[in-house]
């Protein structure tokens, strides 16, 4: 059974930081594309950012603040996020594109991803 489980999400002042955790299990994770996106409601959802085996890709909105790692020991994908802003205020998902091999810019896409977690709330006081 495939799961993705994020955690870390809170509320926090502007120009605080959080990390977020995604656990994942049931699937290949160290084969597979990760991204993190976000949204609010009324809203589209948002790509923030992905990894892949080798390389990271960031939203334009969040690149220089954010950072996605991963440690493929524990099949679980970070966002760090610093210097965070009210904007950055949403439900923040991971996903999963497992057998990817693609470059990095193929997964901004949501419909690259076929595995999705709950999302956590990240909140940003002004």
């Known amino acids: 059974q495939v799961q993705l489980a994020e955690s870390g999400g809170g509320l926090v002042q502007t120009g605080g930081s959080l990390r977020l955790s995604c656990a994942a299990s049931?699937?290949?994770?160290?084969?597979?594309?990760m991204g993190w996106f976000r949204q609010v409601p009324g809203k589209e959802r948002e790509f923030v950012a992905g990894i892949n085996w080798i390389d990271t890709t960031y939203a334009d909105s969040v690149k220089g603040r954010f950072t996605i790692s991963r440690d493929n020991s524990k099949n679980t994908v970070y966002l760090q996020m610093n210097t965070l802003r009210p904007e950055d205020t949403a439900v923040y998902c991971c996903?999963?594109?497992?057998?990817?091999?693609?470059?990095?810019?193929?997964?901004?896409?949501?419909?690259?991803?076929?595995?999705w977690g709950q999302g956590t709330q990240v909140t940003v006081s002004s």
């Open positions: 996903a999963a594109a497992p057998g990817a091999y693609s470059t990095i810019t193929y997964y901004r896409n949501s419909d690259k991803y076929t595995y």
């Open positions: 049931g699937f290949s994770f160290s084969s597979s594309a």
